[in-house]
């Protein structure tokens, strides 16, 4: 069974970071593409940035680009989303997800992914 566990969510001020980590078990890590999306209050989910295989191919939201960082470590069947400069619309549980198709490119589309964490929240405030 594909496990994912998202941490290092938390409150912190504008312009702080934070990074999130994302631990997957059951089954092997590479190639299979990951995600971050997340959900702000009141609104639906959200595709924040993805990574295929060897982090060659990298996507990421408009609103994120240039501040966020998504990459992964397949030795430690890990990815990291590292947050820079926060922005109070940052604020949201943001989700780990994981495609079910080793041969899957990075998608921005939370229907490609097959597995995903419980969440972790992130809360930004000025």
């Known amino acids: 069974q594909v496990q994912l566990v998202e941490s290092g969510g938390g409150s912190v001020q504008t312009g702080d970071s934070l990074r999130l980590s994302c631990t997957e078990s059951?089954?092997?890590?590479?190639?299979?593409?990951l995600a971050w999306f997340r959900q702000p209050p009141g609104k639906q989910r959200e595709f924040v940035a993805a990574?295929?295989?060897?982090?060659?191919?990298?996507l990421y939201a408009e609103s994120v680009k240039g501040r966020f960082t998504i990459s992964r470590d397949n030795a430690q069947n890990a990815v990291y989303l590292q947050m820079n400069g926060l922005k109070t619309e940052d604020t949201a549980v943001y989700y780990c997800?994981?495609?079910?198709?080793?041969?899957?490119?990075?998608?921005?589309?939370?229907?490609?992914?097959?597995?995903w964490g419980q969440g972790t929240q992130v809360s930004v405030s000025s």
């Open positions: 997800a994981s495609e079910g198709d080793p041969f899957a490119r990075p998608s921005q589309w939370s229907r490609d992914y097959e597995y």
């Open positions: 990574v295929g295989d060897l982090n060659i191919v990298t």
């Open positions: 059951g089954r092997p890590f590479s190639p299979y593409s």
